[in-house]
């Protein structure tokens, strides 16, 4: 099985800085990694997939990089809506998926 | 829109069952592969199953296999989850999950919350 990591586990930014969040899997899945969002109380929200493709209606303040085991998200300039939790997940091994433990960015 | 409603949630005790039902609309759901995802209290996502479009292919995370089964009525654009021999370890929401493109996961129910307790 195909482990993720995130890090750090908290960023604790200002509105308006930029954020980079970790992530790295323990084997190569390619370019097959997404991101997501999460705030309390809601279902994840599908922000990138393909490592870099930003989904339906994602700001462009969202990008994301990297390919094989490391991959990063960026946020280039934090909104108040944007403190919340982010998760990687692979789909290199296909059908299995994993998700990261997460990254919580809260307001410094 | 798309709109992924879960049903079924409940307590039940260890050793029970329990079946969750995901009502589709707002898309062809017989194209769409579909997942079920949980997300025990303060915890991280946990993937637990997938279904292929037609019920032909499905897989499960080891945590679960061999006690739930996932599957599907296309005909009344209904996915379900048996859960069988639960444990307090399954004690989560369980999110009923679009599969955009083999593995991406691109629309969300609100969840349905399963706690296992005697």
């Known amino acids: 099985e195909i482990v993720l990591t995130q890090s750090p586990a908290t960023l604790s930014l200002s509105p308006g800085e930029r954020a980079t969040l970790s992530c790295r899997a323990s084997q190569s899945v390619g370019s097959y990694l997404a991101w997501y969002q999460q705030k309390p109380g809601q279902a994840p929200r599908l922000l990138i997939y393909?490592?870099?493709n930003r989904a339906t209606g994602i700001p462009a303040r969202f990008s994301g990089s990297g390919s094989g085991t490391d991959f990063t998200l960026t946020i280039s300039s934090l909104e108040p809506e944007d403190f919340a939790v982010y998760y990687c997940?692979?789909?290199?091994?296909?059908?299995?998926?994993?998700f990261g433990p997460g990254t919580k960015v809260d307001i410094k | 829109q798309v709109q992924l409603v879960e049903s079924g949630g409940g307590v039940v005790r260890p050793g029970g069952s329990l079946r969750l039902s995901c009502a589709a609309s707002g898309f062809t759901f017989s194209v769409y592969g579909m997942h079920w995802v949980r997300q025990a209290p303060g915890k991280g996502l946990e993937w637990v199953a997938v279904l292929g479009h037609d019920g032909g292919s499905e897989y499960y995370g080891d945590s679960v296999k061999g006690r739930f089964t996932i599957s599907r009525d296309n005909s009344k654009k209904t996915l379900y989850l048996q859960l069988n021999s639960l444990r307090a370890e399954d004690t989560a929401v369980y999110f009923c999950?679009?599969?955009?493109?083999?593995?991406?996961?691109?629309?969300w129910g609100q969840g349905a919350l399963v706690t296992v307790s005697s």
């Open positions: 997940q692979q789909r290199g091994d296909w059908p299995s998926v994993t």
């Open positions: 999950v679009r599969d955009k493109d083999s593995g991406y996961l691109d629309y």
């Open positions: 393909g490592a870099s």
